[in-house]
Protein backbone atom coordinates (compact mmCIF):
# COMPACT_ATOMS: atom_id res chain seq x y z
CA UNK A 1 0.00 0.00 0.00
CA UNK A 2 0.68 3.38 -0.48
CA UNK A 3 0.63 6.40 1.91
CA UNK A 4 0.59 9.99 1.72
CA UNK A 5 0.98 12.61 3.98
CA UNK A 6 0.66 16.64 2.65
CA UNK A 7 2.34 19.47 4.69
CA UNK A 8 3.29 22.72 3.97
CA UNK A 9 -0.47 24.13 4.34
CA UNK A 10 -1.21 27.50 6.26
CA UNK A 11 -2.87 30.76 5.86
CA UNK A 12 -1.11 33.81 3.94
CA UNK A 13 -2.13 37.34 1.91
CA UNK A 14 -3.06 37.22 -1.48
CA UNK A 15 0.05 37.41 -3.84
CA UNK A 16 1.93 35.28 -1.47
CA UNK A 17 3.36 32.01 -2.09
CA UNK A 18 3.24 28.99 -0.30
CA UNK A 19 5.31 25.24 -1.52
CA UNK A 20 2.98 22.15 -0.50
CA UNK A 21 4.83 18.67 0.00
CA UNK A 22 3.46 15.34 -0.56
CA UNK A 23 5.78 12.84 1.06
CA UNK A 24 5.14 8.57 0.04
CA UNK A 25 5.66 5.90 1.94
CA UNK A 26 4.88 1.96 1.88
CA UNK A 27 4.96 1.94 -1.47
CA UNK A 28 5.43 -1.88 -3.13
CA UNK A 29 6.97 -0.25 -6.11
CA UNK A 30 9.32 2.16 -7.66
CA UNK A 31 8.99 5.60 -7.15
CA UNK A 32 9.09 6.53 -10.60
CA UNK A 33 6.09 3.99 -11.38
CA UNK A 34 3.58 6.67 -9.26
CA UNK A 35 1.92 8.76 -11.51
CA UNK A 36 0.93 11.74 -9.11
CA UNK A 37 -1.12 14.70 -8.89
CA UNK A 38 -2.48 17.46 -6.71
CA UNK A 39 -6.22 18.16 -6.44
CA UNK A 40 -8.57 20.78 -4.17
CA UNK A 41 -11.63 21.40 -2.64
CA UNK A 42 -13.02 24.88 -1.38
CA UNK A 43 -15.99 24.78 1.02
CA UNK A 44 -19.11 24.04 -0.67
CA UNK A 45 -17.53 23.02 -3.69
CA UNK A 46 -16.46 19.89 -5.39
CA UNK A 47 -13.10 18.24 -5.73
CA UNK A 48 -10.87 19.64 -8.71
CA UNK A 49 -7.94 18.82 -10.67
CA UNK A 50 -5.06 20.85 -10.13
CA UNK A 51 -1.93 19.32 -11.63
CA UNK A 52 -0.51 15.88 -12.39
CA UNK A 53 2.92 14.76 -12.94
CA UNK A 54 4.52 11.82 -14.65
CA UNK A 55 5.97 8.85 -12.36
CA UNK A 56 9.44 9.95 -13.95
CA UNK A 57 8.81 13.47 -13.86
CA UNK A 58 9.36 16.01 -16.74
CA UNK A 59 5.38 15.92 -18.23
CA UNK A 60 2.86 18.48 -16.25
CA UNK A 61 -0.39 19.30 -16.78
CA UNK A 62 -2.18 21.72 -14.94
CA UNK A 63 -6.05 23.21 -14.70
CA UNK A 64 -6.24 26.30 -16.67
CA UNK A 65 -6.92 28.49 -13.15
CA UNK A 66 -3.64 27.83 -12.17
CA UNK A 67 -1.32 27.98 -14.96
CA UNK A 68 1.46 30.25 -15.00
CA UNK A 69 1.16 30.65 -10.93
CA UNK A 70 1.53 27.02 -9.52
CA UNK A 71 4.49 24.62 -10.39
CA UNK A 72 4.44 20.41 -9.70
CA UNK A 73 7.78 18.76 -9.23
CA UNK A 74 8.41 15.71 -7.30
CA UNK A 75 12.05 14.58 -6.03
CA UNK A 76 11.88 11.06 -6.28
CA UNK A 77 14.77 10.34 -4.44
CA UNK A 78 13.55 11.64 -1.67
CA UNK A 79 10.03 10.08 -2.54
CA UNK A 80 8.25 13.59 -2.34
CA UNK A 81 5.96 15.53 -4.46
CA UNK A 82 5.99 19.32 -4.92
CA UNK A 83 3.00 22.08 -5.32
CA UNK A 84 4.93 25.92 -5.67
CA UNK A 85 1.99 27.89 -5.85
CA UNK A 86 2.74 31.60 -6.62
CA UNK A 87 0.66 34.58 -6.80
CA UNK A 88 -2.04 33.00 -4.55
CA UNK A 89 -5.34 34.41 -4.84
CA UNK A 90 -8.55 34.07 -2.72
CA UNK A 91 -10.10 31.76 -4.79
CA UNK A 92 -7.32 29.54 -4.20
CA UNK A 93 -8.62 28.91 -0.75
CA UNK A 94 -8.86 24.81 -0.40
CA UNK A 95 -8.16 22.12 0.98
CA UNK A 96 -5.15 20.69 -1.11
CA UNK A 97 -4.66 16.51 -1.77
CA UNK A 98 -2.14 14.90 -3.25
CA UNK A 99 -3.00 11.37 -5.15
CA UNK A 100 -0.89 8.94 -6.80
CA UNK A 101 -1.82 5.95 -8.98
CA UNK A 102 0.61 3.15 -9.80
CA UNK A 103 1.77 4.57 -13.90
CA UNK A 104 4.94 5.18 -15.42
CA UNK A 105 4.44 7.30 -18.32
CA UNK A 106 0.94 9.14 -18.81
CA UNK A 107 -0.76 11.62 -16.58
CA UNK A 108 -4.26 11.76 -15.02
CA UNK A 109 -6.34 14.51 -14.19
CA UNK A 110 -9.52 12.73 -13.52
CA UNK A 111 -10.14 11.98 -9.22
CA UNK A 112 -11.65 8.37 -10.53
CA UNK A 113 -7.95 7.93 -11.97
CA UNK A 114 -6.25 7.76 -8.54
CA UNK A 115 -6.21 5.34 -6.36
CA UNK A 116 -3.94 6.54 -3.24
CA UNK A 117 -4.78 9.99 -1.54
CA UNK A 118 -3.42 11.79 1.12
CA UNK A 119 -5.05 13.18 4.32
CA UNK A 120 -5.48 17.13 3.16
CA UNK A 121 -3.71 20.12 4.05
CA UNK A 122 -5.65 23.68 4.78
CA UNK A 123 -4.40 25.90 2.51
CA UNK A 124 -6.13 30.17 2.93
CA UNK A 125 -5.86 32.86 1.02
CA UNK A 126 -6.87 36.44 2.71
CA UNK A 127 -7.75 39.16 0.40
Known amino acids: QVQLVESGGGSVQAGGSLRLSCAAS??????????MGWFRQAPGKEREFVAA????????SYTDSVKGRFTISRDNAKNTLYLQMNNLKPEDTAVYYC??????????????????WGQGTQVTVSA
Open 53 to 60: IRGTGGST
Open 99 to 116: AARIAVGALYSTQNDYKY
Open 26 to 35: GRTFSTYAMA
